[in-house]
């Protein structure tokens, strides 16, 4: 990631903390004439179109107060919540969905798993799921990749 990347997300980052929001993920795509900042916002209780608007405007704001806007140049900013078929990557994106189904694909002893289940609670290293008739233990390190799992009735 260069400079000017990592120092819009810092910038991201504070707003979203200064309003009491949940940092989670900021993505940078595009070419130079048609750039997009999606930043991906939550908070217990949900996130609103109102709270989505309110970020955007205070980080415009800031960009054009510190001057990033002319080094950026011109950029489509869009601010949301990560949505159900966001991944699930850092620690607390497994805490915000504790009680819902996950997948998760990791690796154990090398060899490439899958599995489905609640999420019952996280600590610093892991992730701990109710899979059909028992608990397990997933360490962070060892995800692949995560997913919310939606079960249409």
Sequence with gaps: MDSLQEKIQGMVKRVIDNEGFEFVDAIFTGLKSSKTLRVFIDREGGVSIGDCVNISRKFSDLLDSEGEQSEMGLYRLEVSSPGIDHPL?????????????????????????????????TDSDSVYLQTKGKEMCVDFSSIQHAKIQVKWK
């Design 89 to 121: 990557i850092k620690g607390q994106d497994f805490r915000r969905n504790v009680g819902r189904e996950v997948g998760i694909h990791f690796i154990s002893e090398g060899i490439q798993n899958y599995v489905e289940g609640t999420i019952l609670c």
